[in-house]
């Protein structure tokens, strides 16, 4: 997907919603473990229930792969699933030596049709540039995440005082095709999102956190908004166990209707698409 | 495996070649690609040939990925076909928010029966930690690696002029359970091995980058080599990509053989196991 349908999305539907599909087997209601495949049905009414609510969802790799190769189908028939005028984003932190990154993107631009990855930048730009070269798929390189953890290196400085996430945000901006990368930047602290703007005007950023992590939408948005909204904040656990019933897709729908509706008064607020 | 049990299989084998299963199906010998999982025949051929000249082999897990829910199950054949007394290093280069990570832990130390996962640094302690949790599992953690990349961020030093990769190492001997960690070690210079070593004394390091990316395997181990030997050196390419035609086995393992032979003089000369 290019940057303009992407906003064009969000423009249309009034939202910048990222509903993250990490589906753990041990959570789906009970009444659908018996389906052929329980985890791609309960991503399908997921997926159906909340479509007009968001424009991108984000299946957690992890959760598949936990259940070796079926999940890997349940996961290649999700994205499938999905229309192609949402944006897919396979949150996967991948990143290795140039010749592994290339087969990387292959799995997930190729083999699937993810629109985007995640991707750890330890590594550095020769294990970047290869997820780079895709017409129209993008790069989300983890900048400042929002795990306690993120302390133990991210914030780490070099002798002008300058953490490592913002030598990663303004170093890959270097890159050869740097206009295909977005950057996560979690939520738990505003201010911390409003430097990273400045650092980064024009980049789309992906929030995680939102909710079940501590961020708090309205000090996001207003941080973070730019007049291409530039953002999409996701939102996981809130939405898709809403409810571990019979009536989980319905809740789920509610959910993300709520988040919706503010974001459709944020977007009014602080920018104009 | 425990530690107890590696340096037993480098001693009485007089070998620390870990052999990297870098299957890619374009390269596979003609004559495979008619077999019913052609990546599984290849490594198990492979794996027969090279057996007595390592202690580890290491599948590089965007090989697999690449080929989707078929990659997935080549890989767990694989894995299950290679006998216990053997190290296994599933090179995934992953890290997530902890409930992530378990979900990875699970899908390599469980659904999968590796003895090792490589990790990323960039997410900190609590992207690590549920790795470590698994009894005679190992993490290996990257610090320095061999790429070109590694220089981007790895290499940058805080107020006291101490590079990234050198707070990574000391960091994470902090943390619980931090005698399950090895660590990446790229093989390009042998000075900086040297340094690490100094870091970590008594780690393991997994030194990639010996042949194709140019390392010295003498260097190397007159650098890193300890009491414990404390170093498993990966060849992956030279190795299983020594002949494209039907003796690819027999190359492999002459190959192959020809590292064990000069590792048995290395550790006769470096080191008492």
Known sequence: MDRNSL??????KSTYLCVGLDTDINRIPH???NAKDPVFEFNKQIIDATIDHCVAYKPNIAFYEALGSSGWESLAKTIA???KDIFTIADAKRGDIGNTSKLYAKAFFETMDFDSITVAPYMGEDSVVPFLEFEDKWVILLAHTSNPGSADFQLLEDQHGIPLFEKVLTTSQKWPQSDRLMYVVGATRADKIKRIRQLAPNSFFLVPGVGAQGGD???VSAAGLTNDCGLLVNSSRNIIYAS???DFAREAKNQASLVH???KKLLDQYCHV
């Open 7 to 12: 906003i064009q999305a969000i423009k249309s």
């Open 31 to 33: 009444h659908l473990r």
């Open 81 to 83: 699933y999905i229309p």
């Open 217 to 219: 939408l309205q000090a």
């Open 244 to 246: 571990a019933k019979e």
């Open 261 to 263: 509706e503010q974001m």
